[in-house]
């Protein structure tokens, strides 16, 4: 008799004559794990660049694992770990239980997905720039019977088309009120810090951070009210405070445009740091004082139940959040230290 699914992602495919108390004990991470430490022969090495966890979860649970079995599997020396003859048995099997598992998935998730070929995704291209194609690259090899169809358009118009069922999913930037995604399932992947962008030969440019006041006095490039009202609600929200309010002498309908005419001179931008990763030295983004409340940066879907393909894509999303925000917090990188170099008064 085969071993009935726990909770969590357990060992449904081991041979018949494995233990049943293994069975309990062991999930399918654990041997993840041990395969990725024996193949790089280093924890660190694994945690950081093939497990992307933290080093101290994954001694963590390559000792449990080593309990639960009842063997030392890893031989551990200051720089290195080597597998004793117990370990290099159990590598052959666990990489047999993965193999096996993965098959087990793909053939279940393309049973699954019968009947549906195409995944409708909107997205606004500068915020999701760095996530997006991470999450393309984990879903298409998940699920490589469904054709994405990305649809480049306004916030706006990215709700209305889940709403009414042109798409199934939905990458935004979360309206200031939290109210008017009350008919939708939403989750916030990340959230990105209020900047201000300028060109590189503008004044302000010499600056690390820029009062709000100093701000509302330059001549400011917007996006187009027509199709991207909240943007226009988050300005009202930011300048809350201070007397003069900006003066929008341009209007655009796409953050590639709004910079080109930043980087031109013509005037300067509110946005997010992201803008660091999307436009690099075109522009410089600097920080605003006081500093505004983060965005929100999310997936959405209607309420309900996802098809099999979009609540794939919706996970491949927070892994892909999840992995770069990981990178950082190890490497100690602040979110745009990366893309923008700033330079002191």
């Not at 890893?74 to 159990?90: H, I, N, P």
């Not at 500068?126 to 090899?141: D, M, S, Y």
């Not at 959405?300 to 098809?307: C, D, Q, T, V």
Request: hydrophobic letters at 40%; charged letters at 25%; aromatic letters at 6%.
């Amino acid at each position: 008799m085969r071993p009935r699914c726990r909770s969590g992602e357990r060992l449904c495919f081991l041979p018949q004559h494995i233990s049943q108390a293994y069975l309990r004990a062991v999930e399918l991470r654990h041997l993840r794990y041990f395969v990725a430490v024996a193949e790089m022969e280093n924890v660190s090495r694994a945690a950081t660049q093939k497990l992307h966890v933290a080093q101290p979860s994954l001694s963590r649970q390559i000792r449990d694992l080593e309990d639960e079995i009842g063997f030392c599997l890893l031989k551990r020396t200051a720089k290195s770990v080597r597998l004793t003859d117990a370990g290099r048995a159990f590598l052959e099997e666990a990489r047999a239980i993965l193999k096996h598992t993965d098959e087990a998935l793909l053939k279940v998730r393309a049973i699954g997905a019968k009947g549906q070929t195409e995944l409708h995704v909107g997205y606004s291209p500068t915020p999701v720039a760095e996530i997006l194609p991470k999450t393309l690259r984990a879903f298409q090899h998940a699920m490589p019977n469904i054709h994405v169809r990305l649809h480049d358009w306004s916030n706006k118009a990215i709700l209305d088309g889940v709403r009414d069922g042109r798409l199934q999913l939905g990458l935004i930037v979360s309206p200031p009120k939290a109210s008017s995604l009350r008919d939708l399932r939403y989750e916030e992947l990340f959230h990105e810090r209020v900047c201000v962008a300028v060109a590189p030969q503008h004044p302000f440019a010499r600056r690390r951070a820029i009062p709000l006041t100093e701000v509302a006095a330059e001549p400011l490039i917007a996006l187009t009210r027509e199709d991207y009202p909240e943007y226009y609600d988050y300005l009202s929200i930011i300048f809350s405070k201070v007397k003069q309010k900006p003066r929008v002498v341009e209007e655009h309908d796409s953050l590639s445009s709004i910079l080109a005419s930043v980087e031109a001179g013509t005037g300067v931008a509110i946005g997010m740091d992201v803008f660091g990763y999307s436009f690099g030295n075109r522009v410089k983004v600097l920080d605003l004082i006081p500093e505004p409340k983060p965005i929100s940066v999310g997936i959405a879907a209607p309420k309900g139940r996802l098809s099999p393909a979009a609540e794939k894509f919706w996970q491949c999303a927070k892994e892909a959040v999840a992995k770069i925000a990981n990178h950082r917090d190890e490497a100690k990188i602040p979110l745009n230290a990366l893309e923008v170099e700033f330079v002191d008064p």
